[in-house]
């Protein structure tokens, strides 16, 4: 390859990165806006403070049960599945029983 080729694909190797990082930059502006302007903080925050808060539990003794300590729900309520018991149905299986119908007609 000559060096004229080596040039070229630097340049639009570098024309992808400027323009990845507008879009970045252009995304953030955005989001910094709408929070502003709406009060609901973008999606990509509420997920590094759900990781961060996963992250301080586990180092404080791990995951219990697969809840957080202090995790509040919709509207700030403390969720209600952490003292519920949940039953479960018991029925027999019978060996002989057929497990597909066997009429199938393609």
Not at 24 to 46: D, E, N, S
Not at 69 to 82: L, M, T, V, Y
């Amino acid at each position: 390859m000559n060096w004229i080729a080596k040039i070229f694909m630097g340049l639009i190797g570098l024309a992808l990165l400027v323009a990845l990082l507008f879009g970045l930059a252009c995304y953030i502006v955005y989001a910094t806006v709408r929070w502003l302007l709406t009060g609901r903080k973008p999606q990509v925050v509420l997920v590094w403070q759900q990781f961060s808060a996963m992250r301080q539990n586990f180092r404080q003794g791990g995951f219990r049960a697969g809840t957080s300590q202090g995790f509040e729900g919709p509207k700030g309520r403390q969720s209600a599945h952490d003292d519920r018991v949940v039953d479960v149905e018991v029925r027999e299986v019978v060996e002989d029983a057929p497990r597909l119908p066997t009429d199938r007609r393609l």
